[in-house]
């Protein structure tokens, strides 16, 4: 990196006495003394508080404009590179981007970590503590938000020119609280306190219709066209925020929209002396923006959702097309040249029909000539399975909102199902199963199927998910066009989940290895040669040993319970769902508890059971699987008999800042999903690459995590996905095994009498008939399989460099998850993008 200031002439003094750098420098000096210079000048030009009231939140805010000011070279110099368009330029399109705090990651992508702490310590404060003050745009719900941000910072760092394109929510995920074991959910008011790093553009504004009807009509050539009368009308502005690569120069950016009503039209109310029917419309048209969904939220507020989606995809491709024609000045048929545009899952897959509709009643495009840059452009990206996941829309609510986007969706379906007619004759059955309406509960639009034959590529996100999606949900489509089809592994970032999240690794690794493992993750093999070094591995365990001190510290913080560093920390933290199986985990440590308490002198290795995540509010059981935590957790941590060697903490909201402690302290990763319904996960990663053995299914990117480390560094149990798909078509009886397994039994027992609730046989029976009766996901099935490699996870903990030696090899081997290597499959494999470095 260039841009250093090598010298401070002093021709002015801040309010704490010291000197001032030039203004040029204070802009973007990288020096220690130019960040000091530049905190001061922030204190007083931006944040104008006289030094008596500075607080460490002023001094948070001055250090983010001193360093957002440090990436705006960069990120003009960027933006300018790729405006013309000598180079294609990736559009990430997804509905949320869960980035986590930015002070930080920008400090060590810009690499001025240490000189920005210097520049604190000479102004008096600590840079942990004023890192401490950011929180963080929970613009997301988990995996897939977390997915798009580790992207977006690999892009920037691999140098590929690219835009993420999202919604700038006012509410991001409810914050989790608890009451008496409980959930509750608090709003996330994220932006009362500012965002430093977001740009607002007013400028860059687009409009947005909803509703009313079309109508046709004969343009002056005698062409037949279609006109959209939209009911409503409101707009989209944009707030951008850099997104820094490691090392770089690049600096891409984050476009969020955000909605707001139509000044024009708000005036006509004006004119009209309705001064309250215009405040009226303000509040309906920004409330397009206002608040995130949860992602099991039912009917309530669907049409809002649909509302979301159609909104920022509009702006989006506005927004691309406006560069591409009016900066560019390129013609239409280049825009796949020049553009791949990746569907993240189907939240934004209305593009598909959003971008015919611009290319066919906006610019007069033939359909044909629509149609072929359309699937040239787009990607589809699908992270479920699950067919209660898979996004339909009512025909009727799909109608009423986006008439013309209807009509289009039926041209589509009309010409693409002769295809499939011609290719299967006499299959009237395929026909019906891959059409783009369905008829399944009511007629509806299914976005998977609009998102797969608008799209050149469709890919799942590990292996074992991509084989299943061309088997099961996408089979058809599969037969059909064979070539579409593929997989991307995913990767996180180990900028953000190894050198901030884990320092003291980051530290053994540079002196170790050498510093270049952060972008090149598959150097951390290097590590092999050091696992028989005894010396080595007490220093991995000093590591580990410190970070579970910190998290203990956070757990004693936050909820008043005392963790001991040398006790196994055993973590599950991810969405609390049916098909992850909290309740699997949860009922191993009952018969823990029950072994406890039948044979008092027994011995058990030390552990804490640790869980974090959040429940859709409307998810009944997933709720109750909290309050069966929360309930076990005040049981166990109580009783003498137990909490000698037992505890259970539930860390209330889980979100990325807190994971940065999480991670890092984890010995045991929880991965226990019902085999084929975790599509990858990747908080299995974060795990691994921190150095925590892993017992799991074989799920998702498990399957690869295993293969990696090698199976004798893995714990495995449970049913394989063609076993689970087995058990079910053969009439799964979930009683079946309790009544062959007295421990089983003895364990539900416990919870159906209240053992756990004071007495209470009430609040969690629905759990208990749910597993007897019914468990979907097959924990009853699974469950001596993963008690019995619990047990063996236990006896490999007491072999103490045993332990130490598998946790190093799982870091070793755990490059393939960095998002780099997914990026770059991206890259080759779907997008055509190569990388672009900016010159200053
Ligand atoms: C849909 C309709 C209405 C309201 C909300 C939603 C909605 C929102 C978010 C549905 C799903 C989501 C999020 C899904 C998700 O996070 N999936 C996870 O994606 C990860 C990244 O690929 C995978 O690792 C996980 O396996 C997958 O569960």
């Given at each position: 990196m260039t841009d250093v200031v090598t010298s401070t002439p002093e021709d002015s003094t801040d309010h704490n006495g010291a000197h001032l750098a030039p203004t040029g420098q204070t802009r973007s000096g990288m020096t220690a003394d130019a960040l000091r210079a530049a905190v001061s000048d922030h204190l007083i030009y931006s944040i104008a508080r006289p030094p008596a009231v500075l607080t460490p939140e002023h001094y948070y805010k001055a250090l983010s404009l001193a360093v957002r000011d440090r990436m705006q070279k960069r990120w003009m110099a960027t933006t300018q590179d790729w405006l013309d368009l000598s180079c294609k330029v990736t559009c990430y399109l997804s509905a949320e981007f869960l980035m986590g705090p930015q002070l930080g990651n920008n400090l060590l992508n810009l690499g001025i970590e240490a000189q920005a702490r210097q520049a604190l310590a000479d102004l008096g404060q600590d840079l942990d503590v004023i890192l401490d003050c950011e929180g963080e745009p929970g613009l997301g719900n988990g995996g897939l938000g977390r997915l798009a941000a580790c992207y977006l910072d690999s892009m920037a760092t691999l140098e590929r020119p690219s835009i993420g394109y999202g919604i700038r929510y006012e509410f991001g995920i409810f914050k989790q609280e608890l009451a008496d074991g409980w959930q509750v959910e608090k709003t996330d008011n994220w932006l009362v306190h500012g965002n430093p790093w977001e740009i607002d553009k007013p400028d860059a504004a687009y409009t947005v219709n909803w509703g009313g009807h079309t109508e046709t009509y004969e343009d002056v050539t005698g062409r037949f066209r279609v006109r959209w009368v939209p009911q409503r009308v409101l707009k989209g502005v944009s707030y951008d925020t850099p997104v820094q690569g490691y090392g770089v120069n690049t600096c891409n950016t984050l476009t969020l929209w955000s909605a707001r009503a139509v000044e024009s039209f708000a005036l006509d109310a004006f004119n009209t002396g309705d001064f309250y029917k215009a405040v009226d419309e303000e509040v309906v048209s920004e409330t397009v923006s206002k608040v995130l969904y949860p992602n099991d939220e039912p009917e309530a507020g669907k049409r809002l959702r649909l509302l979301q989606q159609y909104f920022f995809v509009t702006c989006s491709l506005q927004d691309i097309l406006n560069i591409h024609l009016q900066r560019a000045h390129l013609p239409l048929s280049a825009l796949p040249d020049k553009w791949a545009i990746q569907l993240n899952d189907t939240h934004p897959s209305i593009a598909v029909a959003e971008l015919m509709r611009l290319l066919i009643?906006?610019?007069?495009?033939s359909w044909d000539a629509a149609w072929d840059l359309t699937v040239r452009t787009f990607g589809y990206t699908n992270h479920t399975l699950l067919p209660e996941a898979l996004e339909t829309w009512p025909l009727r609510i799909f109608g009423e909102a986006l008439p013309r986007h209807l009509e289009l969706i039926y041209e589509i379906n009309e010409r693409f199902l002769e295809q499939v007619r011609e290719r299967f004759p006499g299959d009237e059955d395929r026909v019906g199963r891959m059409s783009l309406i369905g008829e399944d509960d009511g007629k509806c639009v299914r976005m998977a199927h609009l998102a797969t034959v608008g799209s050149h590529t469709v890919n799942g996100v590990a292996a074992l998910h991509s084989e299943l999606l061309k088997a099961s949900v996408l089979k058809d489509f599969y037969e059909m066009w064979p070539e579409r089809f593929g997989n991307v592994t995913n990767g996180v970032t180990p900028r953000r989940f190894l050198a901030l999240a884990n320092p003291g690794l980051r530290e053994l690794l540079d002196d170790t290895i050498g510093p270049g493992w952060i972008t090149d993750l598959g150097r951390l093999r290097g590590l092999e040669s050091f696992v028989d070094d005894p010396a080595f591995r007490q220093r991995w365990r000093d590591v580990k040993r410190a970070n579970k001190s910190r998290l203990a510290e956070y757990v004693h913080a936050t909820t008043g319970i005392e963790l001991d560093p040398t006790w196994m920390f055993d973590v599950q933290v991810k969405r609390i769902h049916e098909y992850k199986r909290q309740h699997l985990m949860v009922l191993h440590i009952i018969a823990l508890y029950h072994r406890l308490k039948t044979n008092p002198g027994l011995s058990v290795p030390p552990r804490v059971f640790i869980f974090g995540g959040k429940a859709a509010p409307g998810y009944f059981m997933a709720k109750r699987i909290i309050r069966l935590i929360t309930a076990v957790g005040a049981t166990v941590n109580n009783d003498p008999d137990v909490n000698r060697c037992l505890k259970v903490v539930f860390l209330p909201n889980f979100n990325v800042k807190n994971a940065h402690l999480v991670y890092p302290a984890a010995n045991l990763s929880e991965q226990i999903s019902t085999a084929g319904k975790e599509a990858s996960g990747t908080g299995n990663m974060k795990f691994m690459i921190n150095g925590a053995l892993t017992i799991g299914t074989l799920d998702g990117a498990n399957v690869e995590i295993r293969q990696e480390a090698g199976a004798e560094n893995f714990f495995l149990f449970g049913l394989t996905e063609g076993q689970v798909e087995k058990v079910k078509a053969e009439g799964y009886r979930p009683l079946s095994y309790v009544e062959s397994d007295p421990e089983l039994a003895a364990v539900l027992e416990l919870i159906a009498r209240g053992e756990f609730t004071h007495?209470?046989?009430?609040?969690l029976r629905p759990i208990v008939d749910n597993l007897i009766h019914h468990d979907p996901f097959l924990a009853l099935a699974d469950y001596r399989s993963y008690v019995d490699c619990q047990d063996e996870v236990s006896r490999a903990w007491l072999d103490r460099d045993t332990w130490s030696r598998m946790s190093i090899r799982n870091t070793a081997r755990s490059g393939k998850f960095s998002s780099d290597r997914a990026i770059k499959e991206y890259c080759d494999e779907i997008w055509g993008v190569g990388p672009m470095s900016v010159d200053l």
């Open positions: 009643d906006e610019y007069q495009l007495g209470d046989t009430e609040v």
